[in-house]
């Protein structure tokens, strides 16, 4: 076994399991607990599911010494048909999204991604985003302003206030404004408009018919009550994300942000956005970019059903006797197209190309999803594009590959002298190395000539797998056969005899995380062990036991990777084979695969 072989397989096993093990012990008992947390809760009465009125202050949007609506009481569960039902609302249709605003509290609370399906199946229902707040899953945003009076403090809209509207319904240059009348001299209009794919401008304003000036904050708050339902990524974050400031990029996960003091974490800064994000979609505040605002992420506990909440409270607007005031904001829900995301970070929204997780590796992550989708456009199949970045990127490490290959030539042809001195020094170990050492430097012989190339393809194979996992354009695209979803693992299985058997073995308990196995990682693993037997076994018993096992724990640690992922392994694999068998044959080394392979057919005899 050359040092090459060592160096990939373990540096790429390593990272390979370490990810695929969290996966399997953290992220899928994690995914299991939490949609145990948010099955629909008919039967948790309402005295159970509503939050304190202490809980209530902590996720209020308010500033110190302010009055905030915050997280109201949940109400009676209900369907979500019957939920949407129960108030007066204006219809939302666009060529991207449907669904309403409700006129009691002003929310935007139902929101459908037209062009996204459930599964691959393009009969399945639409994804749903946001849902009203009796509904089973509540997930809504809404904007206003709040007062610092403790004293005679006007009346606000909460979100049990009626709205009236100017029209029925909203779609791309039919704006709608919603009015209320406090009956005290302040009257509220919110102006509702939408752009063709995912943004809401909300232009709140108030006309002070009073006789004293008004001065209140204007807020924006995004709610959702319940644990979001993983999509089981460890490698994708899901939960609160914002940039605010200076502050930079915050990432919270739901659970890490109930250990913050009293559930709250507060970023100061101007501009910026935050809210929530899930592996394709988001629903994000996007306050006015030039003004400087106190965001916050919250959790408040309320028993079984936690609620969860990104906010922001701006400057203070004073309106003076006779005049009128506004503020203007916006409010994204939806997909996390990257083409969409940086069209809108052009408009001016900061560095929202972060709202979809690129990882550690963002400089090589971008540009190899760019290269992907360039591809995609040109060949006009992710899975093609995905062999032809394979080629690619082994050309850019050809030279390096070259020169690692040489390397092991020049081992192979020094191997009898090594022999030699193995059997002169076989018990002197230290005299044994120096003779090497001196060996190699005078054969002009690297026998770490194999570790750069090995490191180097960790993070392009990290950033493969950002992009796969990551990105909504990858979300059930075909490649051709079985394979629906290059996203998804394969859908086959071993363990059912590739679908004679009418079971997932993938749901059985305990055990059903490590049976995905399907056709692809079987290749993959054939391949992988086709690598392995160019060289000859490693004399150290150990080592061979070891490196005969790795294709094994390959093909079950890949079975739930994506498909993409699998099929650039395995014609990784492939390439490997032909690179080495070419640079072999020109440095006149022999190419001992096919010896190896008859070898492992052939039985020892007594």
Not at 77 to 94: H, M, Y
Not at 515 to 526: D, F, H, N, Q, R
Request: hydrophobic share 45%.
């Amino acid at each position: 076994m050359n040092d090459y072989t060592k160096n990939i397989l373990i540096a790429a096993g390593l990272s390979m399991l370490v990810i695929a093990g969290w996966d399997y012990l953290y992220a899928f008992p994690k995914l299991a607990q939490q949609q145990k947390q948010a099955q629909p809760a008919q039967e948790i009465d309402r005295a159970q599911s509503a939050p304190t009125a202490q809980a209530a202050r902590q996720t209020g949007a308010a500033p110190r010494g302010t009055q905030a609506e915050g997280v109201a009481a949940r109400p009676a569960i209900k369907t979500r048909a019957d939920a949407l039902a129960e108030s007066e609302r204006v219809t939302i249709d666009t060529p991207s999204i449907v669904g309403s605003i409700s006129l009691k509290g002003g929310r935007i609370d139902d929101v459908s991604l037209k062009t996204y399906h459930e599964s691959v199946d393009p009969e399945s229902p639409i994804i749903v985003l946001l849902s009203p707040e009796s509904s089973p899953h509540p997930y809504y945003a809404e904007s206003g302003f709040l007062t610092a009076e403790t004293e005679g403090a006007p009346i606000l809209p909460t979100g049990e206030t009626q709205w009236t509207a100017d029209r029925r319904s909203l779609a791309v240059g039919q704006p709608v404004t919603l009015t209320y009348d406090n009956g005290r001299g302040l009257i509220f209009r919110r102006k509702v408009s939408v752009d063709e794919l995912y943004m809401f401008t909300v232009v709140d304003s108030l006309e002070n018919h009073g006789e004293k000036p008004v001065t209140l904050f204007p807020y924006l708050r995004v709610t959702r009550l319940g644990a979001l339902e993983s999509a089981g990524y460890t490698a994708v974050h899901e939960g609160f994300v914002g940039v605010v400031g200076e502050a930079g990029l915050q990432e919270i996960k739901f659970d890490k942000i109930e250990k913050e003091p009293r559930g709250v974490k507060t970023v100061k800064g101007a501009g910026g956005w935050l809210g929530f994000t899930e592996k394709y979609w988001a629903a994000v505040l996007v306050p006015e970019q030039d003004k400087a605002i106190e965001a916050r992420f919250s959790a408040a506990d309320n028993g079984p059903i936690k609620a969860y909440q990104a906010d922001t409270v701006a400057a203070p607007l004073t309106v003076a006797s006779g005049a009128t005031g506004a503020v203007s904001s916006r409010i994204f829900a939806g997909a996390k197209v990257v083409d969409t995301l940086d069209a809108y970070k052009a408009q001016g929204v900061e560095r929202f190309d972060l709202l979809i997780d690129w990882g550690w590796f963002y400089y090589l992550t971008r540009p190899m999803f760019s290269l992907l989708d360039s591809l995609f456009h040109v060949v006009g199949n992710f899975g093609l594009a995905i062999l032809f970045v394979t080629v690619l990127v082994k050309i850019a490490f050809l030279p390096i590959a070259n020169k690692s290959y040489q390397a092991i030539a020049k081992m192979k042809e020094i191997q009898p002298k090594i022999a030699e001195l193995k059997a002169k020094h076989g018990d002197d170990k230290q005299t044994l190395s120096r003779e090497q050492m001196e060996l190699f430097r005078r054969e002009k012989v690297n026998p770490a000539g194999g570790c750069l190339p090995a490191l180097l393809q960790i993070p392009v194979w990290y950033s493969l797998y950002k992009v796969l996992v990551t990105t909504i354009e990858m979300r059930h695209a075909p490649f051709y056969g079985w394979i629906k979803d290059l996203s998804a693992p394969d859908p086959t299985n071993i363990f059912n005899l590739f679908g004679l058997i009418p079971v997932d073995p993938t749901q059985f308990p305990v055990v059903g995380p490590y049976l995905w196995l399907g056709v692809l990682p079987l290749v993959m693993g054939v391949s992988m062990w086709a690598t392995m037997k160019m060289n000859p076994e490693p004399a150290d018993e150990i080592q061979r036991i070891a490196f005969g096992w790795m294709p094994v724990i390959f093909t079950f640690s890949m079975g739930g990777f994506a498909s993409g992922l699998v099929i650039y392994w395995t014609w990784n694999n492939v390439l490997s084979v032909a690179q080495q068998w070419y640079i072999m044959r020109r440095a006149g080394v022999k190419f001992e695969l096919w010896d190896n392979l008859k070898k492992s057919f052939k039985f020892k005899t007594a």
